[in-house]
DNA sequence: TTTT
DNA sequence: TTTT
């Protein structure tokens, strides 16, 4: 009925951008969230890793402008995806869907990423058949972001919003 | 850095409460939470179903008040949890640690947890051996929250407060 | 950059329903938050009384189903405006934008606000002149709320969204 | 019941630390938050200005940390206090009750507060004698922010922690 | 495995 | 000027 994240920390690796075979771009990266202490007697800082998507227009801006170790804040919510794994088992994925993005620290190094260089992993799936499993109309998905090497199986259907 | 949640849902089930083998009082329970919108042309309503956990003295609040089906506001931060499954397979869990819960619906079909009747989940692990496996540091601990009919084994070192 | 407020309260009153001279709806309500903690020793319990505006559809919905004494959820931001009173001092007026608000208690008195009888303010000021003292693109504008009996003189170029 | 804030912005000024006459640690600065549109057609980037306070320990370090201009986080709450002014009317100031601050540009400029030097605002106020016009046990007080170059009349009653 |  |  309401569910609203707030988060800030830092990306571990750079941001990767997809497209549904209907053309909708998705970015996905892995916000590092220090935590705000220290269990176990340890000294070593501890993080949660959080799992972030983006849609749309905010995907194409998070691709271009976000890279690994910025400081970023994100505003969204929880959703817990499940999907049914290769040995029939079902698996729950929580992430945070944003809506909202926030730079913390300036792109000093100028750069979109066709200039980055270091990063492959924006790959169009714009193509893409869908071959079939769709039918039946369940709302329990493949997880889009299983790399298998194959377009990823997803319908503007999907999409949250 | 910063992490901050705000939910507002219904409980799928009345609250589990348990103890650390040190004695620590700790809840848990599912919150179903509607998304905003209804994708896919079905006209179901969706929800997120986002787990959420207490501690101390909280968790006993929690265990004592809430029950089945009560609207319910939750504040807290994500945690992502990881810990080695029976087959060897790392498996991360991501809940919710609440500081603060507001019970939305009043409790008027009175009852604190002891006069419900029909939960029998208030079971103390107070005593438990809490030996063995822990040794060598390491911060992946197990889930708490599997329950295999034995006293869980979490030490106090590993609260988050 | 980021300014996200999340509120649980009740109604101090009716909410008030106006509209501009273009007619855009726009709603006015007072949520009462009570604290946390009671201070100064007395057990009294204090509240925080906070000003809520809400444009447009959600206005229309707000002045439809929500009522006094109602507990209610609202997400939004912090707005802070100023404007010169008739002594010509400036005066500073914080409230928070709505852009979502949930009822938390069902609405068992049914009643849209045209049933409920108690309530005589969603009078229309559709009509309104909107003229002279807006040149100059001055970003200081009068309060909307200051109620003088003339129709309120904000433009369409003020709302926030 | 329910009143969390989130802000990211910077610093108008350097913050301003003063104690009340029981010695408690009060620093309060403003937060330039830029609205995340412009308005009227015109093209300037507006924000809000938003104060905020906070007590003891947080103070403190906010105090010897933060500096004008600085990008800065605060999680906290929303606060309404009113008091009567000089002519007897009575006035509203909202401000955010800030439990939690986050320093997010580097402090390379070194600096703890006492080197800064551009700086003259941490007067201690830590005799003063507390005046008299507290009795009756009103929850109505002064401003400990009016500026008149006399101790603050506030007392540990008043913290809201 | 899910709530109204 | 304030709500349960």
């Known amino acids: ?3 609203r994240v707030i988060l800030i920390g830092r990306l571990t690796k750079d941001p990767e951008l997809r497209y549904t075979p209907a053309g909708v771009a998705v970015t996905q990266f892995t916000l590092a969230v220090d935590r705000p202490f220290t269990s176990g ?7 949660d890793f959080i ?18 170790g910025r400081l970023t804040a994100v505003e969204g919510r929880i959703q ?11 698996v729950y994925v929580t992430e945070v869907i944003a809506d909202n993005v ?12 066709e200039e980055g260089g270091s990063s492959n992993s924006n790959a169009s799936y714009g193509g893409g058949s869908g071959s079939g ?8 998905q493949q997880d889009p972001f299983i790399d298998d090497g194959k377009p990823i199986d997803i319908s503007d259907d999907d999409l949250p919003f």
Request: aromatic share 6%.
């Open 133 to 140: 499993n769709r039918g039946g109309g369940s709302r329990e």
């Open 80 to 90: 817990v995806r499940n999907y049914d794994n290769n040995e029939g088992k079902r």
């Open 1 to 3: 009925m309401l569910n």
């Open 102 to 113: 926030r730079f913390l620290e300036s792109n000093n190094s100028a750069g979109s990423r």
């Open 51 to 68: 799992n972030i998507v983006t849609w749309r227009q905010l995907a194409e801006t998070c691709a271009n402008y976000l890279r690994k």
């Open 41 to 47: 007697g340890s000294k070593e800082r501890e993080a």
